[in-house]
C-alpha cells in the first residue's frame, strides 16, 4: 500500500474502512499448506468454529465447507487437527499399526509442504 | 430467534473478524474471538486493550475488525466500554440515537484484566455497566515478549520470572480472577475454555442477555509462549481443562454451577509436559514443582466442587 | 435575560456544566475541584440534567470513560486537580491524539510531594505538551464564561481537541464571587447540538478507534494535531467573537489591561492578576506607567500576538506560578515560552522571571508592587540584574 500524507488520511488514527485488513495477505506466512484428502468431508463445520484466521470458506447456501481461503490461511494446522474425520482415518489406521503421516491423502484435510525454498 | 448453537448455522452469519490481521499462527485469542461474536446475534461494540489481540488486529492502515472498536490504554478496558455504554444509554434516553440492543463487549488479555486493568474492571462491574468483559487468558504479557502475569502457573518460565540456576520459574500460584469477580456479586460471571466452544457460546448469550456486567475468564492456548506446535492449540487447552487446571463452571446470580466435569481427572503433568515453558519441572531435583502445583489444582477443584455441590 | 447570583468559582463552572447538559461526564474527586463534581451531583439526583454521570473509581478511568464516552459521540465534560491530571496523564494525551472535544475544567493545584492541595499551576504545565487547547481564567466569572466557549471551541470541525479550562485552586473555586449567570435556553442556544462526525455508535459504519502506528503514520497523525492547533488559534477568536455579540463581554488572545501607554509591564495569569490589577491602579495613581497582560489562551500559544502586544515596551516581568526545575535558570514555563516568542519576534525588550504562589503561598499586593518597581528599574538601567526570582520564598 502507497504511503499517504497527512491531508489525505482520516484525523486521530481513526481507520474508516471496517476489515480492510483482508488487503493484507498473510498467506506468505505458510510452511504447511491445508489440502483437502480423500475422506469424505461431512461439513460439520469444526475447521470453521476452530480456524483463528476466519480462512476456512463456507457456502452457506448448501451448507457446506468450500475450501480453504489461501491468501490468507496462516497454515497452523488447526483445521487438520481438530478434524472429526480425521481422527476416524488417523484411529482405523493406528489399528491396522499404522502411523499416519500428516499429509497422508487420506486424510479429509491434510497438512503439505509449502513450495521449498529456492536455492 | 437467535441463531442455533450449530456450527453449520453459526457459519452462516457473516464474520464480524476478518482474516489479514497479524497474530501468530494458532493463535487461541482470535479462536475465542470469533467464537464469542459467533454465539451473538445482536450488534456489538468493542474496547479492546493493548495487547496481541490489539495489536496484531490493528496494525494501521489496516483493520481486521468488521464492527465498532476501539482501543484507548493497556488498562483501561473497561472504564473505555463504561464511558462507550454511558454515551449510549444517555444518548437513548434523550432520544439522540435509536435503541439497538447493542451488546457492548471488552476484550483484554490477562495482562490488561488481572494486573494493570483490575481496578478499572472492578469499578466497571460495581458500577452496574452492562457490558461482557472476556479476559483472554494466555497466561503472561505475550505482547511484549512473554513477561510473567499473576495469571502464569506455577512453575512457569517466563522471561521475568526465568528457570534459571537457582530459581526454577514462576514461584507463586496464579490469582483466581474468576472467583474474584463472583465475589463482586455481578450478574454473570463464567470461566470457559475454546476447545468446548458450545459450553463458551451459550455462557456468551447468558453474559450478553444478564442485563448487567458480565465476566468470561477464557483459556487462551499461546504456542509462543506455551512452546507448543501451532496445530495444537486446541488439544492443548482442552487438557488444561481435562486436568482441571481450568474448571469450566459459572456463577449466575450468585450460583455456582459446575458446567464440564472431565470424565476423568487427568494429572496436571498430562499438561505440563506439551508444553516447552515446564520443560524444566521435569528434572529431577524440580519434580517436586509438580507435586506442588497438583495438590494446589485439586485443593482449587475440591473446593470449586463444594461451592458448586458437586461434592 | 441573565442574572448575578453569588457562586463560587466551582459552583460557577457547575452550573454552566448544567446549562451545557453534556450526555456524559466522568469524574472522580480531588481537592479543590470536589465542589464542582459534588454539585453536579446534586443536578444529576434532582433530574435537572440528562446527564450519565459516571461516578468512576481514578481520574485515570475518569480520561478513559470520556474518550470511550467521545469516540461514541457522545457531549463529554470532566473536571480534575494536580495528582488527579498526572494520573489521567497517559490518557490526557490519547484524548488529544483521538480527537476527542471533551471539556475539563482544571482547578490548579500543585503536583505532590509533599502533598499540598493549594493552588499553583504545576499540574496544567505537565500537560502543555499534550495537544489540549487551555485556557486561563482570572476568576469564576471567566471560568464560567471559558467552560461554556470551551465547548464551541473544542467541538468545532477544524479543531476536534479536548479543552482545558483553568481557575486557581481555592482562591477562586471557593470564593463567592458575584457571577453573571445567562439564560438555560440563552446558553444552550450558544453551545448548540454536538455533530459528531465519525461516532462510534454509528453501527452502520463501523470504525476503528486506536490502531497501532508504526513509525510510517504516527508522524502523519501528530501533524494533523498540529494543523487542528494552528486552526484552534483562529477558532478561540471566533467563538468569542459570537460570544460577545450575544453575552455581552469580549474575550481575546489574552487581556491587556493599561498596557498601551505602559512603559512596563507584568505577564501573569488567573488570579493574581486581579490582584496585579489593583496594583495598577494604585501605582498608575502615583503616576507611574504600568501595565499588566493577562494570558488567557496558553494553547496554542498566541506568540506573534503577545510579542506585538509587549514590543513597546520597556521591560517586561513574567510571574510564573509554577517552575521548571533545571529548565534555564530554573525558570518558571510561561517565562521560557515568552522569552522565545520575544526573540523570534523582534522584541528586544529585558525580561526577568518571578516565581511566585508555589503551593498555594499567598502573594501579596505589595510583593507585586516590587515586581514593578524592579521593571521600572530594568527600564531606566536596560539591564537584568537576576532572570529569575523565586518571591517570597523563606531563606
Redesign the interface.
Known amino acids: 500500500m502507497e504511503l499517504k500524507g497527512w491531508r489525505d488520511i482520516p484525523i486521530g488514527g481513526m481507520i474508516l474502512e471496517a476489515g480492510n485488513a483482508v488487503e493484507y495477505l498473510t498467506g506468505g506466512w505458510r510452511a504447511f499448506r491445508p489440502v483437502h484428502g480423500e475422506a469424505e468431508c461431512i461439513h460439520c463445520m469444526q475447521c470453521w468454529l476452530f480456524c483463528p484466521d476466519s480462512s476456512i470458506l463456507v457456502d452457506p447456501e448448501n451448507e457446506k465447507m468450500a475450501g480453504f481461503d489461501l491468501e490468507h490461511c496462516k497454515g497452523c494446522g488447526i483445521c487438520a487437527s481438530i478434524c472429526p474425520v480425521n481422527a476416524k482415518v488417523i484411529k482405523k489406521a493406528k489399528k491396522a499399526g499404522e502411523e499416519l503421516a500428516r499429509n497422508d491423502t487420506r486424510l479429509c484435510i491434510r497438512m503439505v509442504e509449502e513450495g521449498k525454498f529456492k536455492e | 430467534m437467535a441463531t442455533k448453537l450449530t456450527p453449520k448455522e453459526l457459519s452462516k452469519r457473516p464474520e464480524r473478524l476478518s482474516p489479514g490481521h497479524r497474530l501468530c499462527a494458532g493463535c487461541g485469542a482470535t479462536i475465542i474471538v470469533r467464537q464469542i461474536l459467533a454465539a451473538i446475534d445482536d450488534p456489538v461494540v468493542i474496547a479492546n486493550a493493548t495487547g496481541c489481540l490489539e495489536v496484531g488486529t490493528t496494525i494501521y492502515p489496516y483493520t481486521a475488525w468488521r464492527v465498532p472498536w476501539i482501543h484507548n490504554a493497556f488498562e483501561n478496558a473497561a472504564s473505555t466500554i463504561s464511558g462507550v455504554e454511558a454515551a449510549y444509554r444517555s444518548m437513548v434516553k434523550q432520544g439522540k440515537i435509536p435503541e439497538q440492543n447493542v451488546k457492548f463487549l471488552a476484550f483484554a488479555g490477562d495482562g490488561g484484566t488481572y494486573d494493570i486493568g483490575i481496578q478499572a474492571l472492578s469499578g466497571a462491574v460495581e458500577r452496574g455497566h452492562q457490558f461482557l468483559y472476556v479476559c483472554y487468558d494466555n497466561g503472561a504479557y505475550m505482547n511484549t515478549g512473554i513477561q510473567r502475569s499473576s495469571a502464569t502457573p506455577y512453575g512457569a518460565h517466563t522471561t521475568t520470572s526465568p528457570a534459571g540456576k537457582v530459581i526454577p520459574g514462576k514461584q507463586q500460584f496464579r490469582k483466581d480472577l474468576t472467583a474474584i469477580m463472583a465475589a463482586h456479586h455481578i450478574p454473570y460471571v463464567a470461566q470457559a475454555a475454546p476447545s468446548q466452544w458450545r459450553d463458551l457460546m451459550k455462557k456468551t448469550r447468558k453474559a450478553v442477555n444478564c442485563g448487567g456486567p458480565a465476566f468470561m475468564n477464557v483459556l487462551s492456548s499461546c504456542n509462543r509462549g506455551w512452546r507448543h506446535g501451532t496445530n495444537e492449540t486446541i488439544e492443548i487447552t482442552q487438557l488444561a481443562v481435562d486436568t482441571c487446571y481450568w474448571p469450566l463452571y459459572e456463577v449466575e446470580n450468585g450460583e455456582w454451577r459446575l458446567t464440564y466435569k472431565p470424565k476423568k481427572k487427568r494429572p496436571v503433568e498430562e499438561w505440563l509436559k506439551r508444553q516447552g515453558r515446564f520443560r524444566h519441572v521435569f528434572k529431577p531435583e524440580n519434580r517436586h514443582m509438580i507435586d506442588k502445583l497438583q495438590a494446589e489444582v485439586d485443593r482449587r477443584w475440591e473446593q470449586l466442587l463444594k461451592l458448586c455441590g458437586e461434592a | 435575560m441573565s442574572k448575578f447570583e453569588a457562586l463560587a468559582g466551582n459552583e460557577a463552572v457547575a452550573t454552566a456544566m448544567r446549562q451545557i447538559n453534556p450526555?456524559?461526564m466522568?469524574a472522580y474527586p480531588i481537592t479543590p475541584q470536589t465542589s464542582t463534581v459534588q454539585k453536579f451531583a446534586d443536578f444529576v439526583s434532582d433530574g435537572l440534567v440528562?446527564?450519565?454521570f459516571?461516578?468512576?473509581?481514578?481520574e485515570?478511568?475518569?480520561m478513559?470513560?470520556?474518550?470511550?464516552?467521545?469516540?461514541?459521540?457522545?457531549r463529554?465534560m470532566t473536571a480534575t486537580s494536580a495528582n488527579g491530571l498526572a494520573l489521567m496523564w497517559?490518557?490526557v494525551y490519547?484524548a488529544a491524539?483521538?480527537?476527542c472535544p471533551i471539556a475539563m475544567s482544571l482547578v490548579n493545584r500543585a503536583l505532590s510531594a509533599p502533598i499540598n492541595i493549594h493552588c499553583d499551576h504545576s499540574d496544567v504545565m505537565g500537560i502543555r505538551d499534550s495537544g489540549w487547547i487551555i485556557l486561563f481564567s482570572e476568576n469564576g466569572q471567566e471560568a464560567y464564561d471559558n467552560i461554556i466557549q470551551a465547548i464551541r471551541i473544542g467541538e468545532h470541525p477544524d479543531v476536534?481537541l479536548p479543552v482545558a479550562v483553568c481557575q486557581d485552586g481555592f482562591i477562586t473555586s471557593h470564593s463567592l464571587e458575584r457571577v453573571e449567570i445567562f439564560d438555560d435556553a440563552d446558553v444552550k442556544a450558544f453551545v448548540g447540538e454536538y455533530k459528531p462526525q465519525?461516532p462510534?455508535?454509528?453501527?452502520e459504519?463501523?470504525?476503528?478507534?486506536?490502531?497501532?502506528?508504526?513509525y510510517?503514520?504516527y508522524y502523519?497523525?501528530k501533524?494533523?494535531q498540529v494543523?487542528?492547533m494552528e486552526h484552534a488559534h483562529r477558532v478561540v477568536l471566533e467563538v468569542a467573537d459570537e460570544f460577545n455579540r450575544k453575552f455581552n463581554r469580549n474575550y481575546g488572545l489574552f487581556e491587556p489591561y493599561k498596557l498601551d501607554d505602559a512603559e512596563v509591564g507584568v505577564i501573569v495569569a488567573n488570579s493574581a492578576a486581579g490582584t496585579a490589577k489593583v496594583v495598577v491602579d494604585k501605582l498608575r495613581d502615583e503616576g507611574l506607567k504600568v501595565g499588566l497582560l493577562k494570558p488567557r489562551l496558553f494553547r496554542p500559544f498566541p506568540a506573534k500576538e503577545l510579542s506585538d502586544a509587549l514590543r513597546h515596551l520597556k521591560a517586561v516581568m513574567v510571574m510564573d506560578r509554577s517552575a521548571s526545575f533545571g529548565a534555564m535558570d530554573n525558570a518558571g514555563p510561561l517565562f521560557l515560552e515568552l522569552v522565545a516568542a520575544l526573540a523570534l519576534h523582534g522584541v528586544q525588550v529585558p525580561v526577568a522571571d518571578y516565581v511566585y504562589g508555589l503551593g498555594g503561598r499567598d502573594i501579596l499586593p505589595r510583593e507585586i508592587e516590587q515586581v514593578y518597581h524592579d521593571a521600572l528599574k530594568v527600564a531606566e538601567t536596560g539591564q537584568v540584574e537576576r532572570m529569575v526570582t523565586y518571591l517570597s520564598v523563606r531563606e
Open positions: 450526555d456524559v466522568a440528562d446527564t450519565d459516571v461516578t468512576v473509581e481514578s485515570h478511568s475518569a478513559s470513560a470520556c474518550v470511550g464516552a467521545s469516540a461514541a459521540g457522545a463529554v497517559e490518557i490519547i491524539s483521538n480527537r476536534l465519525w462510534l455508535l454509528d453501527l459504519h463501523p470504525k476503528t478507534y486506536g490502531p497501532l502506528d508504526f510510517d503514520y502523519e497523525h501533524r494533523q494543523e487542528a
